[in-house]
């Protein structure tokens, strides 16, 4: 069973970092793709940035690249997103999410109906 837990939501000012990480069990790394998505208050939820294991590399959405930087430790079976330059537009729910990885390409990796298997989320809140 895909077990994934997100971790290190909080409150902080704009311009600030946070460090998100997510406890994951069930699967293997080596043929999945993993992601961190977002949903804001009334707004869809949206992809931000995942890592494929068909070429390893990282893929962000436009409006994180640049500030948020996500990596993945197989051996802690666990995901990171640092978080840097925060805007109170960051204000939003984060999801890690993981699924069989079927070979497509680079940010299509961050559409939601691809994934199966998700996290119950952490809070995150940039003040202004």
């Known amino acids: 069973e895909v077990q994934l837990v997100e971790s290190g939501g909080g409150l902080v000012p704009a311009g600030g970092s946070l460090r998100l990480s997510c406890a994951a069990s069930?699967?293997?790394?080596?043929?999945?793709?993993i992601a961190w998505f977002r949903q804001a208050p009334g707004k869809e939820r949206e992809g931000i940035a995942c890592?494929?294991?068909?070429?390893?590399?990282?893929y962000y959405a436009e409006d994180v690249k640049g500030r948020f930087t996500m990596s993945a430790d197989n051996a802690k079976n666990s995901i990171y997103l640092q978080m840097n330059s925060l805007n109170p537009e960051d204000t939003a729910v984060y999801y890690c999410?993981?699924?069989?990885?079927?070979?497509?390409?680079?940010?299509?990796?961050?559409?939601?109906?691809?994934?199966?298997?998700w996290g119950q989320g952490t809070q995150v809140t940039v003040s202004s």
């Open positions: 999410a993981a699924v069989l990885d079927l070979g497509y390409v680079g940010t299509f990796n961050l559409a939601e109906e691809l994934y199966e298997d």
């Open positions: 069930g699967f293997n790394f080596d043929d999945h793709v």
């Open positions: 890592i494929t294991s068909s070429d390893g590399k990282t």
